[in-house]
């Protein structure tokens, strides 16, 4: 079964940057989507950012601005360059792939910024 694999997180300052990568165990076709979610303790998991197939992205309000997606198809690789980084954004991080009709998740990644 292919797995999705977070890499890149850790404990930065407050202001700084961090870029998460997310790859793909094998090979994963017909991806509709890929996105980053996030999950803080005691809260729900929550989309971070999206992008479609087609290269549209989507950000929720609190990142806007500060983090960008990215994300390679053809590679099955999604990235999450994340700046300006604020303390509320610490959370363990997903990487996610949408299919037809599959969804695939990633184990996680902390993040933990200091203020």
């Known amino acids: 079964q292919v797995q999705l694999v977070e890499s890149g997180g850790g404990l930065v300052q407050a202001g700084g940057s961090l870029r998460l990568s997310c790859a793909t165990s094998?090979?994963?076709?017909?991806?509709?989507?890929m996105g980053w979610y996030r999950q803080a303790p005691g809260k729900q998991r929550e989309l971070v950012a999206s992008?479609?197939?087609?290269?549209?992205?989507n950000y929720a309000v609190s990142v806007k601005g500060r983090f960008t997606i990215s994300g390679d198809n053809a590679k099955n690789m999604v990235y999450l360059q994340m700046n300006s980084l604020k303390p509320e954004d610490t959370a363990v991080y997903y990487c996610?792939?949408?299919?037809?009709?599959?969804?695939?998740w990633g184990q996680g990644t902390q993040v933990t910024v200091s203020s």
């Open positions: 996610r792939f949408r299919t037809s009709p599959y969804i695939y």
């Open positions: 094998g090979r994963i076709f017909s991806i509709n989507g």
């Open positions: 992008i479609t197939s087609g290269g549209s992205t």
